[in-house]
């Protein structure tokens, strides 16, 4: 399994990188691996608020659904609309394979998500 | 011993044997005793010839009447090889396709006849079926819910059958779903109403037709006016109509949905009968039932194998759309072999000859003082007209004579009362017809 | 290959299958602006394309006279050829159903009896026929919760208690039904954990929904108390008929002190299931909740039988019509043929094969709840674990030997279930040869692993690709005609 160092990280296996106040947010090698091959993701809209433990995308595999919770509050600026048509990538690379890209609304809640290290041992 | 269990008593004593215990009573031992004591009170064990012969006297408890009576159940011809086929212990036995490679023969039917059902709707998605239309146009209206979200109004034209509402009703109740009726203009959905109606509240727009009058409504500048409010166009429509009328697809829906019990599917007393379901494709994963899909096995074989499951109750549990996991199977291969057999062009003609036929007693019926024209609309098989007589007493006589008469649309809606709906198919002969035109011309 | 043709690759432009009277009444026109476009492209085929079509598609398919179909859950019993017969008389299959009582009497009869015995086989008051299916019987039994709470103007009851073990159309059921499902914890044997019940009702609770025998076919030893904690808390009992067959005339959900119930038609009364319905799921309530029950009501007066349709109390109406009558008429057929004097043998014996199937195989295959079971038992993969094997594979295996595979990864509780339900009507020779196959297969899994993954060799196709057809969906034939040229 791979766990970046440089990511946040959330119980529920999604993970965050920050560039320049703005937040990627995807899921985990751990998490994609779980489900299976992804067939569909369903993506929010750019504009859409998100937040803290609530879901804003829903990602299926062949035998299973999975909602994926925001780790922090923000407003979605991007969303990965390569997905739509080959949800495979997700498989293929989690980390490179964001999920939606949002204005962090507090950069403090970051200090509440999972360190890699932390991340790691929860999926041991 | 018995014909049903096989066992005899050296099996259930090696079988006991192996388990482990005395007596089956044993097996029993975790039910408390105060559970077992009661006296079952159902009748006794027929053999076979006596089964028949009650059956017999409960058959010939039932008049069988020639029908004259739509209203959601209409009596179209039956080709003989459908029961022939359908019969087959491979379709009639089996169970939900979970194992694809022994189930490719359901797949294979499921996938036709979803091919059909796009055909004839112009949709592009078709799912494997529902339980009735009524039923299927409640999940309609569930579907405009989970795609806008936050909006919870459904309006539901007046001329829809008063059994469809009910049911939408029924459905509605729990989720505190609110339906607004859209009033009719002369017999026909008021575009006017509509545009009144409808608000940024508004999840969905159902509508049918043919109505319950028998009306073709014409829904030409509706789907404009629901796609600016971002709601869903739900059109319910017999789907043997489509041999010739405009379809949902082109009248710009989002959902069609009916009951295909006019696809020659015998009367039954009202069931089984097969609700059908048609989208288009951004909305097919908030589609509810089964959808069948064509993939490859390990050698590349064409097959085919239940999709999109990820929707269903038995992954999504608690957030899933909806509960249905059985359908009509068995009633969609009906469908699909009725279909198959009939083709492109036998479809047509049968319609025709319902539309031609409806038409002429229309025409007959008007020329007798008993009855007068009510709407100045377009029919397809069936028909309104003011009765002068009581419909009670018209109806009695003609039962008398073997026939079921029309609806009597009073019992549907107080202020309908005096008018009946016929119904003619392409069953109906010029004999028949002109049997029931000189019973009600005597009246 | 030809033969596993679509219909639509059979059509041939201007074949027909059917034949229909001339008539002499004139053409009638449709107005143009009401006409469709084109053209449905619907296959044109003779009758005997028809045919051969349609035979060659079934032999596709493993039906319950094929072989061996211990599908958990989901009781594959034998669906008597008579009640075939029965159902296709013609003074029931040309009735419509707005004809006059008076000239329906025979039908409602058979509605009315029916719910009648199903009454007294489960311990409750009254029936309604109406319900369609399993799930559609839950989703209105639920609705009756629902509407007793209203009427007692007790709103906060929002919350319906679902064990972890449930199938999943519980909760879908209860959502639909506009409740929350709140999980209660299951103990190892799959019972509800009293101590964790005690800890989630509360007032909010509406009800509880359970099955008995639960879904590892264990029977739930303390449904006397659980009955009086959910009673106690002013909520409601539904009992979730899938797993009736083991306690046909041996016990009754009714005097377990459940309120409302669905019976399986297509399970426990040998309905055919049909590839996926049309099914039947009568419900049942006890007399207090009589008045909720679905419109229109089937009732005798005197020697009449009467349709009512305008009832205050009701739920609704939750069909167009009353329900699939024609299933209903080969349940009555089956209840009268067993009678009395059978209806016990059928839970004895089905609870006796599984029993038997359980402690002969318990040896290679992982039993993780011993004890005697109901009418089925779960088994979770292959006892040696260090064999990389998994119940998927056993599931494929089996299909080689021309045998359906049990229910496989239901319930969640374990990670390899193999849920096996052998049926009342399957001989100790069948079921013997079912222990022998298992049996070859666990010594195949150790021998070489191989063999059980890439199987099954013998099927109309090999194991298929699901991923490709979630993410391309082809969905009907115009779909893969497109797919072809894109390619």
């Not at chain 1, 299926?60 to 509050?73: C, G, H, T, W």
């Not at chain 2, 829809?160 to 509605?172: C, E, G, S, T």
């Not at chain 2, 010739?244 to 009951?259: F, N, Q, R, S």
Request: net charge negative.
């Amino acid at each position: 399994m791979k766990t970046p160092k440089a990511l946040y990280y959330t119980e529920s296996h999604e993970w965050v990188k920050v560039e320049d106040g703005h937040a990627y947010i995807g899921i985990t090698d751990f998490a994609q691996s779980e489900l299976g091959e992804v067939v569909f993701v369903e993506l929010p809209e750019e504009g859409d608020e998100v937040s803290e433990g609530n879901e804003f995308a829903t990602i299926e595999s062949v035998k299973a659904a999975s909602d994926i919770n925001a780790p922090v509050n923000g407003v979605i600026i991007a969303v990965n609309e390569a997905l739509e048509d080959s949800p495979e990538l997700i498989n293929e690379d989690p980390y490179e394979n964001w999920i939606i890209k949002i204005e962090l609304e507090d950069e403090s809640q970051l200090e509440n998500l999972l360190s890699a290290e932390d991340y790691e041992k929860l999926t041991k | 011993m018995f014909k049903y269990l096989p066992h005899t008593h050296a099996d259930i004593e090696a079988m006991l044997d192996k388990i482990g215990v005395d007596s089956i009573d044993d097996l029993f031992s975790d039910i408390p005793a105060k559970l077992k004591d009661f006296e079952l009170d159902v009748p006794h064990a027929h053999s076979e010839l006596e089964l028949i012969k009650h059956f017999k006297q409960l058959a010939n408890m039932n008049k069988q009447l020639v029908p004259f009576m739509g209203a959601g159940a209409y009596d179209h011809y039956t080709p003989s090889i459908i029961n022939h086929l359908i019969n087959r212990q491979e379709f009639l036995t089996a169970y939900t396709p979970y194992q694809p490679e022994v189930s490719q023969g359901t797949l294979q039917y499921i996938f036709e006849y979803q091919s059909m059902i796009t055909q004839l709707t112009g949709m592009e998605v078709s799912n494997a079926s529902m339980y009735d239309g009524a039923t299927a146009t409640a999940e309609a209206m569930f579907m405009c819910t989970a795609i806008r979200r936050k909006q919870r109004e459904i309006l539901v034209s007046e001329t829809m059958n008063p059994n469809i509402i009910n049911v939408l009703k029924a459905y509605a109740e729990p989720q505190d779903i609110k339906l607004v009726m859209i009033p009719q203009d002369e017999g026909h959905t008021d575009l006017k109403a509509l545009k009144e109606k409808i608000n940024d509240n508004t999840a969905g727009v159902i509508v049918q037709t043919p109505n319950v009058y028998g009306i073709i409504e014409d829904y030409e500048g509706y789907s404009e006016v629901i796609q600016e409010k971002k709601a869903l166009f739900v059109i319910n429509q017999d789907p043997s109509t489509l041999s010739h009328l405009k379809t949902p697809a082109e009248y710009g829906a989002d959902i069609a949905v009916g009951e295909a019990q006019s696809l020659g599917v015998p009367l039954s007393y009202g069931g089984p009968y097969i609700g059908y379901m048609a989208t288009l494709k951004k909305h097919m994963r908030k589609m509810p039932g089964r959808i069948c899909g064509v993939t490859k096995d390990q050698d590349g074989k064409r097959a085919y194998v239940l999709t999109l499951q990820a929707r269903e109750q038995h992954i999504r549990r608690e957030k899933a759309n909806s509960n249905i996991c059985s359908n009509q199977s068995l009633m969609a291969l009906f469908v699909t072999i009725y279909l198959s057999t009939m083709g492109k062009s036998g479809l047509y003609e049968a319609q025709q000859t319902s539309f031609n036929h409806a038409h002429y007693l229309y025409d007959m019926l008007l020329k007798l003082p008993q009855f007068e024209a009510v709407f100045d609309r377009p029919f397809f098989k069936e028909f309104t007209l003011k009765c002068n007589i009581d419909t009670d007493v018209m109806n009695n006589k003609l039962q008398k004579h073997g026939f079921l008469g029309p609806l009597d649309q009073g019992l549907f809606n107080e202020k309908d009362k005096g008018l009946v709906t016929f119904a003619v198919t392409e069953k109906r002969s010029k004999e028949e017809m002109d049997s029931l035109i000189r019973i009600l011309g005597a009246l | 290959m030809y033969y596993g043709h679509t219909i639509f690759e059979k059509s041939q432009e201007g074949r027909r299958g059917y034949s229909l009277p001339k008539s002499e009444i004139k053409e009638y026109k449709l107005d143009e602006k009401l006409k469709r476009q084109s053209c449905p492209k619907l296959p044109e085929v003779s009758e005997f394309d028809v045919v051969r079509h349609y035979t060659n598609v079934s032999f596709k398919n493993h039906g319950i006279e094929t072989g061996f179909y211990p599908l958990g859950s989901c009781t594959m019993k034998y669906n008597p050829k008579i009640n075939q017969d029965i159902a296709a008389m013609e003074g029931f299959s040309t009735i419509h159903p707005y004809q006059p009582v008076e000239t329906t009497q025979g039908l409602l009869k058979i509605y009315y009896e029916t719910q009648k015995i199903l009454s007294n086989i489960s311990g409750l008051d009254t029936y309604s026929l109406n319900p369609y299916a399993g799930a559609h019987g839950e989703l209105i039994g639920l609705m009756i919760i629902k509407k007793f709470h209203k009427d007692n103007n007790d709103l906060k009851r929002t919350k319906i208690i679902v064990p972890d073990s449930a199938h999943g159309t519980n909760p879908a059921s209860a959502t639909v039904a506009g409740f929350e499902s709140v999980e209660v914890k299951s103990n190892k044997d799959g019972t509800v954990n009293i101590e964790d019940l005690k800890k989630v009702v509360d007032d909010t609770t509406a009800g509880i929904m359970l099955t008995n025998p639960n879904t590892v076919g264990m029977f739930e030893k303390d449904i006397l108390e659980i009955q009086k904690i959910i009673h106690e808390a002013g909520g409601l009992l539904y009992y979730d008929g899938a797993n009736l067959n083991p306690i046909l005339g041996m016990a009754r959900p009714g005097d377990m002190g459940f309120d409302i119930m669905h019976i399986n038609l297509h399970k426990t009364f040998s309905t055919p299931h049909g590839g996926g319905g049309p099914g039947s799921g009568p419900v049942g309530v006890t007399k207090r909740l009589k008045k909720y029950l679905p419109s229109p009501v089937v009732r005798k007066a005197g020697d009449l039988y009467l349709i009512d349709y305008k009832d205050e109390d009701s739920i609704g109406q939750i069909s167009h019509f009353y329900g699939n009558m024609g299933v209903v008429i080969r349940a009555y057929a089956y209840l009268l043929t067993n009678g009395k004097e059978r209806l016990p043998e059928i839970a004895k014996m089905s609870v006796l094969n599984a029993n038997y199937v359980k402690e002969s195989l318990k040896d290679v295959y992982k039993l993780p709840i011993e004890g005697i079971c109901k009418h089925e038992f779960v088994f979770d993969g292959l006892k040696d674990e260090s064999i990389d094997v998994r119940t998927l594979d056993i599931a494929k295996r089996l299909l080689d030997f021309d045998m359906h595979p049990p229910t496989v990864y239901f319930p969640l509780m374990f990670k390899e279930t193999m849920m096996i339900e052998p049926v009342e009507n399957e001989s100790k020779q069948t079921i013997d040869h079912f222990i022998k196959i298992m049996r070859t297969i666990a010594k195949e899994a150790k021998k070489d692993p191989s063999i059980l993954k890439n199987a099954p060799y013998n099927t109309p196709v090999r194991r298929l690709d699901e991923a490709l057809a979630a993410r391309k969906p082809i969905v009907s034939f115009k779909d893969y005609t497109d797919s072809l040229k894109e390619d």
